[in-house]
């Protein structure tokens, strides 16, 4: 995308009203992930509401600023083509919003259990922005819409570092502390008393049983 904005003339004019398929795809497309961005800004306060850890509620927070700058530049994009900027329903945000939203009722609150639920939702809903993203940028730069897909490129590339740092989270600490909740509970309430004692033995024969190989040979 670097060479793009070098010396390049003045971008095409875009007419998808003339009855150009790609253009009127295109267009509707832009729509379409305007209304889902104006979705995920409206359901990114109550996931972070949600959330158990700081962590979580920070990285939700960080994306709702973040997503209403992708509306500020979806804005701008809708202006460099000359169209007015407006959502057209995404019935598919719709659906993956409220399955985010359901696994607020289906989970415990304060448990890392949640935490794990509420970042594979929010990581269907990067993936389906970096689809359409994706796709926009290559058919803006088939366009000759260089300067629209610099733009679409740069969201794209934010909606990948979430979906990373959303991975980071999960696997650094969320879903190992989530694997033990139930059992742990579980354990508690069957016998609550003198059962401290087993740490620290485990593992213990490994390293002779190794010791023992080697001076065979
Ligand atoms: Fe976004
Ligand atoms: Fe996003």
Do not use: W
């Amino acid at each position: 995308m670097s060479s793009s904005s070098s010396g390049l003339s003045s971008p095409r004019s875009f007419q998808p009203d003339s009855g150009q398929y790609l253009e009127k795809f295109f267009l509707d497309q832009l729509q379409d992930i305007y209304y889902a961005e104006q979705k995920i800004a409206q359901s990114l306060p109550k996931m972070q509401e949600a959330a158990t850890t700081d962590e979580l509620r920070d990285a939700f927070e960080d994306h709702l600023y973040q997503t209403q700058r992708h509306c500020r530049r979806l804005e701008k994009v809708f202006n460099m083509l000359g169209q007015r900027a407006e959502g057209k329903k995404c019935e598919a945000i719709e659906g993956i919003v409220r399955e985010a939203e359901s696994i607020i009722n289906e989970t415990e609150e304060d448990t890392m259990t949640r935490d794990a639920a509420l970042i594979m939702a929010a990581q269907k809903v990067e993936h389906y922005e970096i689809a359409t993203y994706g796709g926009l940028v290559q058919m803006a730069i088939t366009m000759g819409q260089y300067e629209v897909a610099e733009l679409l490129d740069r969201t794209l590339m934010e909606e990948e570092d979430t979906d990373l740092l959303l991975t980071e989270i999960a696997e650094c600490e969320i879903n190992v502390m989530a694997e033990f909740e139930g059992i742990n509970e579980e354990q508690g309430e069957m016998g609550e008393e003198g059962e401290e004692e087993e740490e620290g033995e485990e593992g213990a024969g490994i390293e002779s049983e190794n010791a023992e190989e080697n001076e065979t040979r």
